[in-house]
């Protein structure tokens, strides 16, 4: 008698921290981001430290972000420059079939794009966001995480408090 498939276990999770001085990205493995925010991080762009500390986790749930904050959002791990080139390039066929009197095509290529959205948009998982920082997080969840919110954004406002930590320690 066959067994049944073991699940694999997730990949390690992974953090997107942007320079709050060069706006620089750094992508690393939770672990490696907690050991550098607990030594003090520095971008490595630019040289310059922020006030980040370790997130707070708890097993794959997110508390707090690395920049102190707790507001969150969720958002499809989806690339967007290259969604954006496929939407131009589909749109630009179409385009050109409806000059040269081929509508029907146009509408084919139109309703094909649709149909790769809609798959991209199931296959794609979510990643987690701080409305303050941006930073991402790829294999964690924050419980109250919901869909971007304008409003919820410009109330949180960006990561000033930050720079005027750094401003004040020189």
């Known amino acids: 008698m066959a067994s049944a498939p073991t699940a694999t276990p997730p990949a390690s999770p992974e953090v997107g921290i942007y320079c709050p001085h060069c706006s620089d990205l750094t992508l690393h493995p939770l672990a490696r981001v907690q050991e550098s925010c607990a030594a003090g ?4 762009r630019c040289g310059k430290k922020a006030g980040y500390a370790p997130a707070e986790v708890d097993g794959t749930e997110l508390k707090r972000c690395v920049c102190g904050k707790q507001d969150f959002y969720r958002q499809k791990d989806f690339n967007k420059p290259f969604g954006l080139i496929l939407a ?12 040269f009197r081929y509508g029907w095509a146009a509408f084919v290529v139109l309703f094909g794009l649709l149909g790769l959205d809609l798959l991209f948009y199931r296959m794609t998982g979510d990643i987690t ?20 919110d304008h409003e919820t954004e410009h109330h949180v406002g960006p990561v000033q408090h930050l720079l005027d930590e750094e401003k004040k320690a020189d």
């Open 41 to 44: 991080w520095t971008c490595y």
């Open 88 to 99: 131009v390039v589909a749109f630009a066929a179409s385009f050109l079939l409806w000059a």
């Open 129 to 148: 966001a701080c409305y303050a920082c941006s930073a991402y997080y790829r294999g964690l969840t924050a419980q109250q995480a919901e869909s971007f």
